[in-house]
């Protein structure tokens, strides 16, 4: 995001042209039909990837995928896993949690930052409730050999909340412009990509993709909303602080 999109994003809130209650509004009424859909969704295939190694459809995407022999196809998936690897994620985090703090948006750098630490806490959780096991080699090809647990996918779950709220704040604070589109595209190809990029990897079956874009989105909205709760705090504050 670039320093004066951001200060102009910025000043429309605080003179109110864009009306963070009625945003705030709107993302609740979207929030509540997510979550009657997606959350009874994601119950089901979480109890049933308790009781369930795999499914049949899981082991047919992932061998149609892994037929798939284009080295820049496989070097897209590996690239695009690369920035959810372990300290690798966990470094990004601090520097773009960073880069906000240096533009001077505390409350999006810290949403940021919760989202990603406080998820990753809550995908560990799910993680150790189900604890479903990981694709194997005798089924599939398996590119990395893991220890933690396959439902759902912790680097899908990561990526819906780091990069999926740093496309909503993009897309929300920016106004329409080349970098804008730019920012869009980056961030929102991620979360697209990622889920393919591990089952292409064998590192986790599809059911365990669905299952983590399905909480990744719930924890996403909360988090959006607990966004929108500062944001207003913070301009209701502004007229006293002056």
Known sequence: MGNDAIAKSNELLTVHTVDPHKIRQRHRRLMLRVLIFALPLAVVLAVSAAYVTYFSLDLSITQELQEISNPLFRGLMIGVSWFGNSRHGVIITVLLTAVLLLMRLKIEAWTLLISSTVGELVDFAIKTIVARPRPTIDLVSVYTHLNSKS??????????????????????????????????????????????????????????????????????????????HLKIRQLRLKPQQG
């Open 151 to 228: 439902f759902p996918s912790g680097h899908v779950f990561h990526y819906v909340a780091l990069y999926g709220l740093l496309f909503y704040l993009v897309y929300v604070l920016m106004p329409r412009s080349i970098l804008r589109t730019v920012f869009l595209v980056i961030f929102g190809s991620l979360v697209c990509l990622v889920g393919i990029s591990r089952m292409y990897l064998g590192e986790h079956w599809a059911s365990d993709v669905v299952g983590a874009y399905l909480f990744g989105s719930i924890w996403l909205l909360l988090i959006i909303d607990f966004y929108w």
